[in-house]
């Protein structure tokens, strides 16, 4: 089964549908969604601790519910399995083309109902469709999933940079043969923080954002994030302005930290000739390495820029700061276009639900 022939579902939906109801969480019920949550898919999670965290990533005021498909089993009332879903016009009503973003999918497993995670993904298709469909971050079983339905499968590239200025590191390890390239005396680009208010005037970088964003995207998912602070910074020259904008935050543990960018605006290729501002910003924050997950920006633009690839080497590269865990993470995604849609295949960690908090 794939998306195109999802329909031949409906010749058995009225099996699920004599024990199941299929149907979005009402505004009165998400109690019951974070009950769900602390006792099947993980104690203690954020959204048990944090109702606004919880309410600015899934609360849709415009269509009255929460964006969570449940199957709520009909003799005990209780929630069986649940998925959750992040639409990218959530943030912005405009975008007319919205990606729609997995997010927890989780079916009990004492309930014994095979087939129950295609059924709550049949209603899923049917009630939430979408013309992007894409994730970061995937259990075994989604993978699965979602290869079957015929989404591209695969694992975002993890590059960094590490603070040429340091000769000490705490929270990296194996970097000793790291190479560090030579900061040119005389580049032709510089970085300048862009901030809130001056962010949504039109520049010519404005062309890469894919029809699934906006301008006004960016402000609501990370200017106005409810814990996080971020940080625009754009890529200019002299002659042409802006050419590029990246979005980024600190993180830290124990007095030290890193710089994750976990969104991009432009092509990549802008990069080129940028490490030492690179260096300037990881000086300037006292910060030990940046840390830039993606997928769908041509490596050499990368390399070219002063970055590495974690997996060239040993060396350890942490993502995990809540709590902090000394250890490379691999970033499954997963994506796919429905109607042939303009090819858009790039991705970042800000993306879905993985540059989320984990604590309080």
Known sequence: MNYKDMGKYDAVRHLYEKSYEFRFCKINEIDK????????????????????????????????????????????GEIHALVGFIMSNLYDREIAKPIRWGAIWKIREDVGAKGLGIAVKWFFEQNASAPYIGGVGLSNDSKRINKKLGEKIGVLNHFYILNANRT??????????????????????????????????????YQWIPPFKSPKYYVNRYFNHPIY??????????????????????????????????????????????????????????????????YGFKEEYFY???????????????MYFEPFVKKNVELDYHYYANDNEDNCEILFKG??????????
């Open 33 to 76: 969604v974070e009950k769900f949550i602390d006792n099947y898919w993980q104690k203690g999670h954020i959204f048990t601790k944090s109702k606004e965290l919880l309410d600015w990533q899934h609360l849709d005021v415009e269509n009255e519910r929460y964006n969570f498909v449940l199957a709520i089993h009909k003799k005990t």
């Open 351 to 360: 993306d879905a639900d993985q540059d989320r908090p984990n604590q309080i």
């Open 229 to 294: 602070e971020y940080h625009f910074t754009e890529i200019r020259t002299v002659d042409e302005g802006g050419i590029a904008c990246f979005v980024w935050r600190k993180a830290e543990h124990e007095g030290n930290s890193c710089i994750f960018i976990v969104d991009y605006i432009g092509n990549g290729k802008e990069m080129l000739g940028c490490y030492g501002e690179f260096q300037q910003l990881l000086i300037s924050n006292n910060a030990e390495y940046i840390s830039f997950y993606n």
């Open 168 to 205: 000490h590191y705490k929270l990296i390890e194996n970097c000793e043969n790291v190479f560090f390239p030579q900061v040119s005396s005389r580049q032709s680009k510089y970085f300048a923080e862009v901030l809130k208010d001056k962010f949504e005037r039109f520049e010519d970088y």
């Open 304 to 318: 070219n820029a002063g970055f590495r690839n974690v997996k060239d080497s040993n060396i350890i590269v942490p």
